[in-house]
């Protein structure tokens, strides 16, 4: 896969919930270092006013590696809602990829961003 396909799958994205209303603005940038290496991050705001922040650090090269990714959603009043990451923990946490809670920290696999989007749907705007 190209980054390119993979930027267009991402815009395509933003664009299908863009129109339903419920994402009022958006931004992303993109840095391409190859045709198949680049890092992207945005911001989402949503109609009640939170945000995710993203950003990704993907090499496409042999397969779909997020060397590095954050999927950040918090509430209108910036309080965490959820955080997904791969940021090494000290101490370890035992896996790799997580997701951040209020509560806890747990065991996650990679998410994309229309799983992240989906999530927030279905829980925060029923």
Do not use: W
């Not at 009022?24 to 949503?46: A, C, M, N, P, Y």
């Not at 950003?55 to 955080?83: G, P, T, V």
Request: glycine residues 4%; negative net charge; charged residues 25%.
């Amino acid at each position: 896969m190209l980054l390119k396909d993979y930027l267009t799958d991402i815009h395509n994205t933003i664009t299908d919930y863009t129109q339903t209303g419920l994402i009022v603005s958006f931004d992303v940038s993109t840095d391409v270092r190859t045709e198949q290496i680049g890092f992207l991050k945005g911001v989402l705001v949503f109609l009640d006013e939170s945000e995710l922040f993203f950003k990704e650090y993907l090499d496409l090269r042999y397969c779909l590696d997020k060397k590095m990714y954050s999927f950040h959603y918090q509430d209108a009043q910036a309080l965490l809602r959820f955080r997904y990451d791969n940021a090494t923990h000290k101490p370890a946490l035992g896996f790799h990829d997580h997701k951040h809670t209020h509560e806890e920290i747990l065991f996650s696999v990679v998410p994309n961003l229309k799983n992240v989007l989906d999530e927030i749907v279905v829980t925060y705007f029923k």
